[in-house]
């Protein structure tokens, strides 16, 4: 194949790693929208990483069957953790159970469930800054405790997996095309 002058053949390799680097591919995760590169990132509202167990499950109509967020494997007492930066919305009791609710930029709200609020309405909060207590009492969790952490734009239910930020690092290494 014949290269345009202005692309040099030792210069394709480069232009490679350019568009992997930048999300040239469009990969996203297949059940729920694309996170645009301006939305926040977040961390894991437990420490150390937990286990999902069970994950999101979008309603296919507003007030229909679904599974809002997802199940992440705690212990009683674990600390529940902001996973970004915003404001408390709520921090009480729904249906007998502790939730905290935090807006965040990019009109995103995560909530955090069953818990022993630490915090009030109205409260900034930083990432990784302890909103409460896990408890025991998510009914659908297969485990003896579990936090339940939902993530909304909006009224749209989202999977806040796709927003955790993930630590791996990628380093390129020298390369010589001889």
């Known amino acids: 194949m014949d290269l345009p002058p202005i692309l040099p053949r030792h210069r394709i390799p480069q232009l490679v790693l350019a568009v992997l680097a930048f999300g040239g591919l469009g990969l996203h995760s297949p059940v729920a929208p694309a996170v645009a590169a ?10 150390p990483r937990p286990q999902v167990i ?13 599974h809002r967020g997802v199940d992440l494997a705690a212990t009683a007492d674990q600390q529940a953790l902001a996973a970004g930066t915003g404001y408390v919305v709520f921090a009480g009791t729904i249906a007998g159970r502790g939730v905290v609710s935090v807006d965040h930029d990019g009109d995103l709200r995560t909530t955090y469930e069953p818990l022993v609020p630490q915090v009030a309405a109205g409260d900034q909060v930083y990432s990784g800054q302890v909103l409460g ?5 998510h009914p659908e969790c297969t485990v003896a405790v579990c936090l339940h952490w939902g ?22 290494k020298p390369w010589d095309p001889g």
């Open 38 to 47: 301006e939305e926040p990132r977040f961390t894991w509202p437990l420490h």
């Open 54 to 66: 069970r994950g999101f499950d979008a309603p296919e109509t507003d007030f229909g069957p679904g």
């Open 133 to 137: 207590t896990v408890v025991a009492g």
């Open 151 to 172: 993530v909304r734009r909006g009224l749209e239910y989202l999977d806040p997996l796709p927003l955790v930020l993930e630590t791996t690092r990628l380093r390129l």
